[in-house]
């Protein structure tokens, strides 16, 4: 159980072109979702998390306008890299936090989307 | 604000041998605490967690931690490494009072020799 996908896996883009990046929790609800990017061995940090229904939560250097978050459903969420460019080059994770509702949720990890802009 | 260290980048352990890796976290209050196995462009997968009760955590594939509030210190161990160990290992603490937010530890890269 608690199985996160993410699509695409691997993506090459075009500097300007938009990206968008997809988070499902597939067998259990998620009232909140997470984004991560991680660069070459390096650890992971937090861009944003995202509540259903609201309005995104970003870090601190984050733009918004560049990185869109939408979290439509319980079940979906998405990140969409506008504008892109060669430094957003990296490899975005996702997590969806079960929804029980109690402080000890655990998150749960999608397997990544490795973006590569030209 | 909470922050994680992993003092070992690289650690390189013969197949059989015992392993310990090490974490460090600072947080105001009670920590939640986790660890998480990452293999080269893959997402990352839970091997542990504490929230609290008996300080020594076991976890998937014989992997243990043990946590130590008074060194501060989330340690992960196992008593006998195989070669399909070899992977990044990150310990991260979990803000109670931001959604669960994770601070991760910049990871370990554990190598496996034969």
């Known amino acids: 159980g608690a199985v996160v996908s993410q699509h695409p896996s691997r993506v090459i883009c075009k500097s300007g072109t938009s990206v968008k990046i997809e988070c499902r929790s597939l067998?259990?609800?998620?009232?909140?979702m997470f984004w991560y990017r991680q660069f070459p061995k390096q650890s992971l940090m937090l861009m944003a998390t995202?509540?259903?229904?609201?309005?995104?939560?970003?870090e601190q250097g984050v733009e918004k306008d560049k990185f869109l978050i939408n979290h439509a459903s319980l079940t979906l969420s998405t990140l969409t890299v506008t504008s892109a460019h060669p430094e957003d080059s990296s490899f975005y994770i996702c997590?969806?936090?079960?929804?029980?509702?109690?402080?000890?949720?655990?998150?749960?990890f999608g397997p990544g989307t490795r973006l590569t802009v030209l | 604000a909470q922050s994680v260290t992993q003092p070992d980048i690289h650690i390189t352990v013969s197949e059989g041998a015992s392993l310990e890796l090490r974490c460090n976290y600072s947080?105001?209050?009670?920590?939640?605490l986790f660890w998480y196995v990452q293999s080269p462009g893959q997402g990352l997968q839970l091997l542990l967690k504490?929230?609290?009760?008996?300080?020594l955590v076991q976890g998937i594939k014989g992997f243990e931690a043990e946590f130590k509030r008074s060194q501060s210190s989330f340690n992960l161990r196992k008593p006998s490494v195989h070669w399909s160990d070899a992977a990044e290992y990150f310990c991260?603490?979990?803000?109670?009072?931001?959604?669960?937010?994770?601070?991760f530890g910049g990871g370990t890269r554990l190598m496996v020799k034969p």
């Open positions: 995202s509540n259903e229904g609201s309005k995104a939560t970003y």
């Open positions: 504490y929230f609290s009760g008996d300080t």
């Open positions: 991260a603490v979990g803000a109670i009072n931001a959604g669960n937010m994770l601070t």
């Open positions: 947080y105001g209050a009670t920590p939640y």
């Open positions: 067998d259990f609800q998620a009232t909140t």
């Open positions: 997590s969806a936090r079960t929804s029980g509702g109690g402080f000890t949720d655990t998150q749960y």
